[in-house]
């Protein structure tokens, strides 16, 4: 099979075109045929070498942990999926080394689910680590129906999730991002707010009463910011820092979880959940793919197709 790999800790100027053998398919896993793989900022911090305190990794190293593909051979002991099934999932293993960006991976049944029949293959590989932390930190903090909700960087990756979800569950949403992402913040449902100086103040205009719950998907002084307006400090969740953690708040690594991935689903096919895909490349452009990641320019995501 084609694949992406690094011979060791490295750079988008590491990356190349391999051919590598099929995967094994182990008991409680099955065989996904790739049409495309998410694009996260993990996959190039993990590349250079960034979780290696955390995580093992082997190389050839193959990057990604989102992908959207087909069953095509099922291992012992999965009878919760069959051959032809379309899935998508967040295949993130114990170890770093066999990953997304390539034409086959295997995947245990904990970490995927069936795609959504409304969206797209690019847009289903959107879709599970970013909608996962998105969704996971939103449970973390118990957003409801009748919440006023800060959700920080409301129109990337993950905040753009946030922002969907949680106005699908009723509740009310402020936004933090730059001008120009204003109207598709409101597209979504969000209400903006310029973030930088005196954002505690544009937000305290919005809601003088204060936050029910704060999201941080940013990092920076969001934390902080989101600490002086919410109302009560165990509702603020940061995937970026535990800084929230010492005054009695959450700090989310998302996992892979087949249940949640298919509330996702749900919510898509419901209409409730939409992506947007900012660039498609093919698997073979996966260092332009991450230096389009790393700018921090792109809104929505990034795939890759096979």
């Given at each position: 099979?084609?694949?992406?790999?690094?011979?060791?800790?490295?750079?988008?100027?590491?990356l190349?075109?391999?051919?590598?053998p099929?995967?094994k398919?182990?008991?409680?896993?099955?065989?996904?045929?790739?049409?495309?793989?998410?694009?996260?900022?993990?996959?190039?911090?993990?590349?250079?070498?960034?979780?290696?305190?955390?995580?093992?990794?082997?190389?050839?190293?193959?990057?990604?942990?989102?992908?959207?593909?087909?069953?095509?051979?099922?291992?012992?002991?999965?009878?919760?999926?069959?051959?032809?099934?379309?899935?998508?999932?967040?295949?993130?293993?114990?170890?770093?080394?066999?990953?997304?960006?390539?034409?086959?991976?295997?995947?245990?049944?904990?970490?995927?689910?069936?795609?959504?029949?409304?969206?797209?293959?690019?847009?289903?590989?959107?879709?599970?680590l970013?909608g996962?932390?998105?969704?996971?930190?939103?449970?973390?903090?118990?957003?409801?129906?009748?919440?006023?909700?800060?959700?920080?960087?409301?129109?990337?990756?993950?905040?753009?999730?946030?922002?969907q979800?949680?106005?699908?569950?009723?509740?009310?949403?402020?936004?933090?991002?730059?001008?120009?992402?204003?109207?598709?913040?409101?597209?979504?449902?969000?209400?903006?707010?310029?973030?930088?100086?005196?954002?505690a103040?544009?937000?305290?205009?919005?809601?003088?009463?204060?936050?029910?719950?704060?999201?941080?998907?940013?990092?920076?002084?969001?934390?902080?910011?989101?600490?002086?307006?919410?109302?009560?400090?165990?509702?603020?969740?940061?995937?970026?820092?535990?800084?929230?953690?010492?005054?009695?708040?959450?700090?989310?690594?998302?996992?892979?979880?087949?249940?949640?991935?298919?509330?996702?689903?749900?919510?898509?096919?419901?209409?409730?959940?939409t992506?947007h895909?900012?660039?498609?490349?093919?698997?073979?452009?996966?260092?332009?793919?991450?230096?389009?990641?790393?700018?921090?320019?792109?809104?929505?995501?990034?795939?890759?197709t096979?």
């Amino acid at each position: 099979m084609k694949a992406i790999v690094l011979d060791q800790y490295g750079t988008a100027d590491d990356l190349r075109l391999v051919d590598l053998p099929e995967p094994k398919v182990a008991p409680s896993e099955v065989l996904i045929r790739v049409k495309a793989a998410g694009v996260n900022p993990v996959d190039w911090k993990l590349a250079a070498g960034y979780l290696d305190s955390i995580m093992n990794s082997g190389f050839p190293l193959i990057p990604g942990w989102d992908v959207a593909g087909v069953v095509e051979r099922v291992g012992p002991d999965s009878p919760e999926f069959a051959v032809g099934d379309e899935v998508y999932g967040y295949v993130r293993k114990d170890w770093a080394q066999n990953g997304t960006y390539a034409e086959l991976v295997s995947a245990n049944v904990r970490m995927i689910a069936r795609k959504p029949a409304s969206l797209s293959w690019e847009q289903a590989a959107g879709v599970p680590l970013a909608g996962l932390t998105a969704y996971q930190s939103i449970k973390r903090v118990g957003v409801a129906e009748g919440d006023t909700v800060l959700i920080h960087a409301a129109a990337g990756g993950v905040g753009s999730f946030g922002v969907q979800i949680a106005v699908a569950l009723g509740a009310r949403v402020i936004g933090t991002a730059s001008e120009r992402n204003h109207d598709f913040l409101r597209s979504l449902g969000a209400e903006p707010v310029t973030y930088g100086e005196g954002l505690a103040d544009r937000v305290r205009a919005l809601a003088p009463d204060g936050v029910d719950a704060a999201l941080d998907f940013v990092g920076g002084d969001a934390v902080e910011v989101s600490l002086s307006v919410v109302r009560r400090p165990q509702r603020v969740v940061s995937i970026t820092t535990d800084a929230a953690e010492k005054h009695g708040g959450h700090y989310v690594w998302v996992r892979p979880d087949s249940a949640d991935l298919a509330t996702l689903t749900r919510l898509a096919d419901e209409g409730k959940l939409t992506v947007h895909v900012d660039r498609a490349l093919p698997l073979a452009e996966a260092a332009e793919a991450w230096r389009l990641n790393a700018s921090g320019r792109t809104r929505g995501k990034i795939v890759l197709t096979v």
